[in-house]
């Protein structure tokens, strides 16, 4: 818990770094510090996450024949269906965290769901900024390998997730680039460094 003095340092801290972004989207290969970048901008401007990793790891776990298909695709490094993806961005936005901040991490992977999740922000008057982390394919088997999480990070697994990212991702990329709400990040830098880039921009 945090002591009186503790949390007049955090709201005077919230009122002198504050955003316009309601929605903080954080896109990029496997391994380039998403989940990093996404836990340091909640401790500092404060929301919520909306992860679809997380989401994809918890259904995997259920004992139901949608957990064990998505299991499967998870495994074996595919993308999950723009349906079920769609369905759970769109839920978090109008239903659940409507009034929120919400850093998204791993969402709007293809091309559709990326058109859903500007028309969406568009139509509800909700600023957004999407931050593409980018690194090579190289940096990815090297990250992906020293830290091995899980059957994900495995060789075959990882050259998989490439191909979807270079066959539908990069291709989300460039339509928030084309809108104008996508910004370039050096995710070689170290997790600071990336951070200085990441909140020097929300700040401006």
């Known amino acids: 818990m945090l002591h009186i003095d503790e949390k007049v340092a955090t709201l005077h801290r919230l009122m002198q770094d504050s955003t316009k972004y309601k929605s903080i989207v954080l896109m990029g290969k496997i391994a380039s510090g998403k989940g990093t970048q996404a836990r340091l901008i ?18 995997a776990k259920l004992p139901t ?7 499967n695709m998870y495994e074996g490094g595919y993308l999950m269906p723009e349906w079920v993806a769609s369905y759970w ?5 109008v239903s659940q965290h409507e009034d929120e901040r919400v850093v998204f991490e791993g969402v709007a992977k293809k091309p559709n769901e990326a058109e859903l999740f500007h028309e969406i922000h568009e139509w509800v008057d909700r600023p957004y900024v ?6 090579s394919d190289d940096i990815v088997r090297e990250r992906s390998s020293g830290r091995a999480r899980d059957v994900v990070d ?4 990882v050259e998989k997730r490439l ?5 539908y991702t990069a291709k989300s990329i460039e339509f928030f680039r084309e809108r104008g709400t996508l910004i370039d990040i050096d995710g070689t830098k170290t997790p600071e460094e990336v ?9 401006s």
């Open 42 to 59: 909640l401790e500092h401007y404060g929301g919520v996450l909306y992860s679809n990793g997380d989401k994809v790891r918890e259904t």
């Open 65 to 71: 024949p949608f957990g064990l298909r998505m299991k």
């Open 89 to 93: 961005m769109t839920h978090a936005l």
């Open 130 to 135: 999407v931050f593409n982390l980018e690194i």
């Open 154 to 157: 495995s060789g075959k697994v």
């Open 163 to 167: 191909d979807e990212y270079h066959t």
């Open 195 to 203: 951070r200085e880039q990441i909140f020097t921009y929300l700040n």
